[in-house]
């Protein structure tokens, strides 16, 4: 892969530990130290070059004791997540239970949680008197009731569908869940249930009422419409990138 647009580290690095099964003591214990050994060694270069900044107070001769705790953690993050990267692209190769998806034009359904994240953040700027609802913090709420998001993936060959979760805090490079359907990307993901489209409705998700659906007007002039109760596998997402075409 030549990009990264989403990364979910945390999964990632389950998955790792999972793999390593009892080879080894722990995968994630191994990257951490391997991390900070790599902190270690570019910390006293840190504070020399940051050391210009009035906000920092320090001399580049302070060494490695100066207070760069912040710069040294934002390095010991940004290793930590690449260092998970390489080891799980590494693992990853060849493991069928992870599966690769590609072709795939990604879509959020209408009146779906993910169709309405995606506009959410833009609500800041909307007068909110006319809807009788704060729009501004309607992002905030879907940030605190939900952490992934189901866009359908329908392959562009034959018109196969499957649903993809999304972690929402997993995009990387500032990349959210708008960006995806503009992309041509591989996604990786494992399968951990199935559903209906029609079941990825906000109505659907917050209502537990399995009843039937009340009869329309419409409904009795043109007959019901059955509603497509096909069931679609549905895949956590690992990774999602770009690849190299040539």
């Given at each position: 892969?030549?990009?990264?647009?989403?990364?979910?580290?945390?999964?990632?690095s389950?998955?790792?530990?999972?793999?390593?099964?009892?080879?080894?003591?722990?995968?994630?214990?191994?990257?951490?130290e391997?991390?900070?050994?790599?902190?270690?060694?570019?910390e006293?270069s840190?504070?020399?070059?940051l050391?210009?900044?009035?906000?920092?107070?320090?001399?580049?001769?302070?060494?490695?004791?100066v207070?760069?705790?912040?710069?040294?953690?934002?390095?010991l993050?940004?290793?930590l997540s690449?260092?998970?990267?390489?080891?799980?692209?590494?693992?990853?190769?060849?493991?069928?239970?992870?599966?690769?998806?590609?072709?795939?034009?990604?879509?959020?359904?209408?009146?779906?949680m993910?169709?309405?994240?995606?506009y959410?953040?833009?609500?800041?700027?909307?007068?909110?008197?006319?809807?009788?609802?704060?729009l501004?913090?309607?992002?905030?709420?879907?940030?605190?009731?939900?952490?992934y998001?189901?866009l359908?993936g329908?392959q562009?060959?034959n018109?196969?569908?499957c649903?993809?979760?999304f972690?929402i805090?997993?995009?990387?490079?500032?990349?959210?869940?708008?960006?995806?359907?503009?992309?041509?990307?591989?996604?990786?993901?494992?399968?951990?249930?199935?559903?209906?489209?029609?079941?990825l409705?906000?109505?659907?998700?917050?209502?537990?009422?399995?009843?039937?659906?009340?009869?329309?007007?419409?409904?009795?002039?043109?007959?019901?419409v059955a509603?497509d109760?096909?069931?679609?596998?549905?895949?956590?997402?690992?990774?999602?990138?770009?690849?190299?075409?040539g």
């Amino acid at each position: 892969m030549i990009k990264i647009v989403y990364f979910d580290e945390e999964s990632a690095s389950d998955y790792l530990d999972i793999t390593a099964g009892g080879k080894a003591a722990t995968t994630s214990e191994q990257v951490r130290e391997r991390t900070k050994d790599m902190h270690a060694r570019v910390e006293t270069s840190v504070a020399a070059k940051l050391s210009w900044l009035p906000f920092i107070g320090v001399s580049a001769e302070a060494g490695a004791g100066v207070d760069v705790a912040s710069a040294g953690r934002s390095i010991l993050s940004k290793t930590l997540s690449n260092t998970i990267l390489t080891d799980y692209l590494t693992q990853v190769e060849g493991d069928d239970r992870v599966k690769r998806l590609s072709g795939l034009r990604v879509t959020a359904p209408q009146g779906s949680m993910a169709f309405v994240k995606m506009y959410t953040p833009y609500m800041i700027i909307a007068k909110t008197e006319e809807f009788g609802v704060d729009l501004a913090r309607l992002d905030e709420a879907l940030e605190g009731a939900k952490g992934y998001y189901e866009l359908v993936g329908e392959q562009a060959a034959n018109g196969s569908k499957c649903v993809l979760r999304f972690n929402i805090k997993a995009f990387r490079n500032n990349y959210g869940l708008a960006d995806l359907s503009r992309m041509r990307l591989v996604f990786h993901g494992i399968v951990v249930g199935q559903t209906t489209e029609s079941g990825l409705g906000m109505q659907a998700e917050m209502s537990h009422d399995t009843g039937p659906e009340p009869v329309t007007a419409l409904d009795l002039l043109d007959g019901p419409v059955a509603p497509d109760k096909t069931l679609l596998d549905v895949y956590d997402v690992l990774l999602a990138g770009v690849e190299h075409v040539g």
